[in-house]
């Protein structure tokens, strides 16, 4: 028996006269189905020190939670890296209350975060929370008008929708940006280092804060979502997570190339295209050498949700029409979890059990941890989303998954790949 699909083939032979017909069976080869290794939840209530936030999202109750809230929520991580100490990473929120208006009272930062996984021999399943960098500009590099525009001048999401976050040599912080687009450069404390640097071809999208009369070239929130630092460490590919403003093919998305050195834009592009012009790219990361991961996913949420995917894919290897080719290496709505690592924790709870699920539409967090396993996060735009818990707000939520290998499987290099 075999336990994938299979490929029937019917067979006629001749025996003694006598006209047999049998059924032959051959194995399909088909995507390994990855497999659940580690969980862990953050309360989605957890609150930072901080000034009140959420002054500017009404009062009334969102998913049985009533704004504001004493503190700074510890939420909405679009992106996840290593720290130097092992077991810990860097989680970064994004603007917070997911626009401008929302969100002058929510503080830009960097949690340090040490997830204590539940897996198949142990684990308590909870988050440790550590210190934090917060985002300044005490030197004023930035020539807009700030929310805070005295004194330390920490960033608000008001300011800047930071979506990525890479570390690089020297111990400074680049973040990718939606509102400019900008890239935006700090030090290792947050503190800005220079002025933020526009996307090329002064491409801006309608919440850039020097469009003027210009027209948004950019779709608001389709910036910078993903960026990735290459392997060598000298440059960074943002990625803009939906399609430019005039472009024709709407399923195309952009990677550019930044080079750190001069800290300029190359003249490299590469095109990649989603599966459908509705889906969004909220993430690239590199692997190794010229092979990178980017997450896909609809806009479906909870029990409605269909397509969460990561692929592969090579900077060298591009289809005849150009785009890059992409091979498929995790869904994200089939994980088995066959030692029951997810459990319901509330009644209702969407996609836990032997077959897990990550039913989110804010899957921006994505780290690989070997040559098979990942760590993926998801943003819970607290109090907003309610993905996992139908009313309830969701909790962050990291959990480690193997699958089958993180490379891409077309290896011809050139131009064009029949």
């Known amino acids: 028996m075999f336990s994938g699909a299979t490929l029937v083939q019917n067979v006629l032979l001749l025996i003694s006269g006598v006209a047999v017909l049998l059924l032959i069976t051959f194995p399909v080869a088909t995507q390994p189905i990855a497999v659940l290794e580690?969980?862990?939840?953050?309360?989605?209530?957890?609150?930072?020190?901080?000034p009140t936030s959420g002054n500017f999202i009404g009062t009334t109750p969102i998913n049985g939670v009533t704004p504001p809230f004493a503190g700074q929520p510890v939420q909405g991580f679009s992106a996840v890296i290593r720290t130097s100490n092992t077991g810990e990473y860097w989680a970064m929120?994004?603007?917070?209350?997911?626009?401008?208006?929302?969100?002058?009272?929510?503080?830009?930062?960097?949690?340090?975060?040490?997830?204590?996984?539940?897996?198949?021999?142990?684990?308590?399943?909870?988050?440790?929370?550590?210190?934090?960098?917060?985002?300044?500009?005490?030197?004023?590099?930035i020539s807009f008008t700030l929310t805070n525009n005295t004194g330390s001048r920490v960033l608000t999401g008001a300011d800047f929708d930071i979506e990525s976050m890479r570390v690089v040599a020297d111990g400074s912080i680049w973040f990718g940006d939606e509102f400019g687009p900008w890239l935006l450069h700090t030090d290792a404390t947050g503190k800005v280092l220079e002025a933020p640097i526009l996307m090329p071809?002064?491409?801006?999208?309608?919440?850039?804060?020097?469009?003027?009369?210009?027209?948004a070239s950019v779709p608001n929130s389709r910036g910078f979502e993903g960026m990735a630092l290459s392997a060598d460490g000298t440059k960074l590919y943002p990625m803009l997570e939906g399609a430019l403003v005039?472009?024709?093919?709407?399923?195309?998305?952009?990677?550019?190339?930044?080079?750190?050195?001069?800290k300029s834009y190359t003249a490299n592009r590469w095109d990649y295209r989603v599966d459908s012009p509705g889906y969004n790219t909220p993430e690239l990361v590199s692997v190794s050498g010229s092979t990178f991961l980017v997450v896909e996913r609809d806009s479906l949420v909870g029990a409605a949700a269909l397509f969460k995917k990561v692929f592969a894919i090579d900077l060298k290897v591009r289809d005849c029409a150009g785009y890059l080719i992409k091979t498929e290496v995790l869904d994200m709505m089939n994980i088995s979890d066959p030692t029951q690592i997810s459990q319901q924790n509330i009644a209702g709870e969407v996609g836990?059990?032997?077959?897990?699920?990550?039913?989110?539409?804010t899957i921006e967090a994505l780290?690989?941890?070997?040559?098979?396993?990942?760590?993926?996060?998801?943003?819970n735009n607290y109090p907003n989303s309610?993905?996992?818990?139908?009313?309830?707000?969701?909790?962050?939520?990291?959990?480690?998954?193997?699958?089958?290998g993180l490379k891409p499987t077309a290896t011809v290099k050139g131009p064009c790949t029949p």
């Open 38 to 50: 580690g969980r862990a939840l953050l309360a989605s209530n957890t609150l930072a020190a901080g």
């Open 93 to 141: 929120p994004d603007n917070g209350y997911g626009s401008k208006a929302s969100s002058p009272d929510f503080n830009l930062r960097a949690y340090r975060i040490t997830p204590d996984f539940k897996t198949a021999t142990g684990g308590t399943g909870n988050w440790n929370l550590g210190t934090y960098i917060e985002l300044a500009d005490p030197d004023r590099k």
């Open 201 to 215: 071809g002064n491409l801006k999208s309608p919440n850039s804060q020097n469009l003027g009369t210009d027209t």
């Open 246 to 262: 005039a472009d024709t093919d709407k399923r195309r998305r952009v990677i550019y190339e930044f080079d750190l050195t001069s």
């Open 352 to 361: 836990v059990g032997t077959t897990f699920t990550f039913p989110y539409e």
């Open 367 to 379: 780290l690989p941890l070997d040559s098979e396993r990942v760590l993926i996060m998801n943003d």
């Open 386 to 404: 309610a993905n996992r818990n139908p009313g309830i707000p969701d909790y962050n939520e990291a959990v480690i998954v193997r699958t089958g």
